[in-house]
């Protein structure tokens, strides 16, 4: 909840609406004007969290209202259907519709209608249905990218970063409704991962692909710092994708889902893990060399709750031992002890580059997710 009051009390836009997404350490607002799809819909689903576990849970509601109200009259393309990407004030600065971005309204709305705001469930359907018309390629088993504003331009890139939100979102829209072709879409994402671009690339997990879903290697080739689209193996994701999947075998007990989801942490917490200053690299080449070994707080934070998933379900000392060494490691790192929230970004040796804790997209979903996934694994 330290995190959530950080940006409560600095986030809310009473200008322009919406969420201020961009802050310096102290809390200094860094951008007044960008609203970014992702940063937008990530503040909703903290404060619906919050008004869920909070024992005031009035206020929070309130602000995740702020939040759906503006995705809905501002960010909502009225013309076409679908979300634009980016807004600056309530102005479209760029009107791509993105997987990815849509995967975080149905993250947003789908936990909005679980905190009890009931106008969030017609949006969940909207949502989907949105994504099944124009994102979804049935014979694939996964979803485009990204699509002009108009949906007349399809982009030949393809990448999994997006359906690994979409597994994950589509998992929380099962949760908050209990209608099953959303688990059911969530299982056959995560099938297609692991069974049609997994093999291409071995134990870990790809980016980025071409219209066929063949591995592009050569797809932004060298250009690790990319916020979406980052080249190379990025440990963060194959972690990730070992939490979502032990969520998924919650819902779906079958036998592939487990050694799957051991597979690739293992693998990913192997080749990444820092041994000298602690930590889990960012990314690898696929030559298996190191190529990005900045520590980046969603790493750590995907390795909190998938490590404790692990501990939690098999008792195994290891796991317990790796999810107290970086918890341990995040806590004196990435959490600002003073003004409060996590770090962005530090070097190899653990040394911060900028002030600049949050930008637009940032705000600490990672860190609130996997932390409320580590609490509800040990309960």
């Excluded at 108009?150 to 099962?174: I, K």
Aim: charged fraction near 25%; hydrophobic fraction near 40%; glycine fraction near 6%.
């Amino acid at each position: 909840m330290a995190i959530v009051r950080y940006y409560a009390s600095r986030c809310i836009d009473t200008k322009n609406g919406g969420y201020i997404n961009c802050f310096l350490d102290d809390g200094t607002i860094c951008d007044y004007e960008t609203k970014h799809l992702v940063g937008m819909s990530r503040f909703i689903y903290i404060f619906s969290v919050a008004a869920m576990i909070s024992d005031s849970p009035a206020k929070y509601v309130e602000a995740a209202e702020h939040g759906l109200t503006f995705l809905e009259e501002h960010q909502h393309d009225k013309d076409h259907g679908g979300y634009y990407w980016i807004l600056k004030g309530q102005d479209v600065y760029d009107s791509t519709k993105f997987a990815y971005g849509h995967a975080f309204v149905l993250l947003a709305v789908s936990t909005a209608y679980q905190a009890g705001i009931k106008k969030a469930g017609q949006l969940i359907e909207d949502v989907f249905d949105i994504l099944e018309t124009y994102f979804w390629r049935k014979e694939d088993g996964l979803y485009v990218d990204e699509i002009s504003a108009d949906w007349a331009t399809v982009s030949p890139y393809r990448g999994q970063n997006a359906n690994m939100h979409l597994c994950e979102a589509m998992m929380a829209a099962f949760e908050a409704t209990g209608e099953a072709r959303y688990l059911d879409r969530a299982y056959q994402l995560a099938h297609s991962v692991i069974f049609k671009l997994l093999p291409q690339s071995g134990s870990l997990i790809w980016e980025h692909y071409d219209e066929n879903r063949k591995i592009d290697w050569e797809y932004n080739k060298d250009y690790t710092k990319s916020e979406f689209r980052p080249y190379g193996f990025i440990f963060g994701h194959s972690i990730e994708w070992s939490k979502l999947l032990q969520l998924l075998e919650k819902h779906k007990e079958e036998q592939w889902i487990f050694p799957q989801s051991e597979r690739l942490f293992r693998t990913a917490a192997d080749y990444g893990s820092d041994r000298r200053y602690g930590g889990i690299y960012y990314a690898m080449s696929p030559e298996g060399k190191i190529i990005d070994s900045d520590k980046l707080y969603w790493v750590m934070a995907e390795a909190i709750g998938a490590s404790a998933l692990f501990a939690a379900k098999t008792n195994k000392i290891a796991y317990r031992n790796f999810y107290e060494q970086i918890f341990k490691y995040c806590w004196r790192y990435f959490v600002d002890h003073k003004w409060g929230a996590w770090y962005q970004l530090l070097s190899v040796d653990n040394q911060k580059n900028s002030n600049i804790k949050s930008p637009p997209p940032k705000t600490d979903y990672h860190p609130i997710t996997n932390c409320i996934t580590a609490m509800k694994a040990f309960l």
